[in-house]
């Protein structure tokens, strides 16, 4: 018993191996060296772990110039990236599925995989369309009517693929392929959903998109190399090279990041306006007023702190502060996106999701945490930042009925009198 229990991985059961059976086999994805040969030959020299070190350094790099080549071209292309994104995390994670479930040569399950990814995407970014461009869909009659009964045609769209999936099943492997329906199902949960909300928190501006992005990546990059320098206590077996050291150096690393970054992108409209579309120009605009949470406010400095800063008060922007908790959630609570994607491949006893990034595995080894990030964002934004939108409301009151409208003005009329500031304004 102590040796087939040492064959297993950690957190491995019986059950987990009879489950494999079904399965197939153990392993999913098979892995391979696809370290460039141009670095291969340059870092022959060194040993495996600094070869290790110097691939991630230089990838790491190349990923970063990338991204801020994507935050210069501003909003539409980032949408373009996230979904691309999408795209990739959920073939990656489906072709894991696909590898061992295409031996018992069932039908379909490909096919449904990808037409489900479909349904959710029309049903999630429909909602997106309506809702930030209103005054466009109304403008469109074919806009109008898809918006009229988008959640109608979302729900027919999916009970199709219900019932493909139905007529799909085969005598003899009925849990097989409930269990890769449930598969695809939570693969969309994650994937889908969590890139949906991305687009959204990119939507209240571009801050609240690269800021919370950039602490998960400072967050990955400080843990790793405090780790790798001074790593010595294990951190969490589902991940045996993550370290102590690593986590409180990366948390405090991140911290600070976010509240320097988050100082100097403040002071830049095109990062704090939200991101709209302008229906005179049919492109997306990121020109207003900077709100409080964009200006510089004057804070009193604790006392205990007064006698070791030797200030007394501080200027900084209010979503300095704001930064502080994100920046806390993307190094505190952050990495158990990353731990949960360990198990996951762990129960597949799989290196990395994919082969895509040399050093760093597949797009979803590196968005486990990004998901996660997204919505803490958006629940944060919805709970503590966002209030209502009086254009948005504006533009849902023109498209009533002349009735309707009617019946609104005299109750917010009465409504106004009532608490004295009709009459006072009238007065003015």
């Known amino acids: 018993q102590e040796s087939e229990s040492e064959n297993r991985l ?7 191996s009879e489950g494999r059976s079904d399965f197939g086999g153990s392993s999913a994805v098979p892995t391979s060296d696809d370290t460039p040969e141009v670095l291969n030959r340059a870092l022959s020299n060194l040993s495996s772990r600094w070869k290790n070190w110097w691939v991630r350094g230089i990838l790491t790099l190349a990923m970063i110039t990338f991204f801020s080549i994507l935050i210069y071209l501003g909003p539409m292309v980032l949408m373009t ?3 691309c994104v999408q795209i990739k995390c959920f073939h990656e994670i489906i072709t894991i599925g696909y590898n061992v479930y295409h031996s018992y040569d069932l039908p379909w399950f490909r096919t449904l995989s990808w037409y489900f990814l ?5 049903f999630f970014y429909g909602e997106t369309v309506t809702d930030y461009f209103f005054t466009l869909v109304q403008r469109e009659e074919p806009l109008r009517i898809l918006s009229k009964y988008h959640r109608f045609i979302s729900f027919t769209l999916y009970l199709t693929g219900f019932c493909m999936f139905v007529l799909s099943l085969v005598k003899k492997h009925y849990r ?6 449930g598969w695809t199902h939570v693969t969309l949960l994650i994937v889908v959903t969590q890139s949906h909300l991305i687009i959204h928190n990119l939507f209240e501006g571009m801050i609240w998109f690269i800021v919370p992005i950039s602490c998960v990546i400072c967050n990955d990059i400080m843990a790793y190399m405090f780790g ?3 790593g010595r206590t294990p951190l969490i077996k589902l991940s045996p090279k993550k370290t102590w050291e690593g986590f409180i150096g990366g948390f405090f690393s991140t911290v600070l990041f976010g509240w320097l970054l988050s100082y100097v992108m403040s002071g830049y409209r095109c990062f704090t306006c939200p991101v709209e579309f302008n229906n005179d120009t049919n492109s997306f605009t990121v020109d207003c007023e900077p709100s409080e949470l964009f200006q510089l406010q004057e804070y009193n400095i604790p006392l205990v702190l007064q006698s070791v800063v030797g200030w007394k008060t501080v200027r900084m922007y209010p979503f300095q502060i704001h930064s502080i908790a994100l920046s806390t959630f993307a190094s505190l609570i952050g990495p158990f996106g990353g731990f949960f994607a360990s198990g996951f491949k ?10 895509t990034i040399p050093g ?4 979803m080894d590196r968005f486990d945490c990004q998901y996660l990030m997204a919505t803490f964002v958006n629940v944060y934004i919805a709970s503590f930042i966002r209030g209502p939108n009086p254009s948005k409301l504006i533009q849902q009151f023109l498209t009533l009925r002349p009735d309707q409208q009617l019946h609104i003005f005299n109750t917010l009329k009465a409504h106004l009198v009532d608490r004295g500031i009709l009459g006072s304004l009238e007065e003015a």
């Open 10 to 16: 950690d957190g491995e059961t019986a059950s987990d």
């Open 81 to 83: 990236i996230v979904m």
């Open 118 to 122: 479909l349904c959710v995407n029309y």
């Open 176 to 181: 097989l392929q409930f269990y890769m329906f």
């Open 228 to 230: 790798f320098f001074f």
């Open 346 to 355: 762990r129960a597949f006893k799989i290196k990395d999701f994919a082969n």
């Open 360 to 363: 760093h595995g597949g797009i």
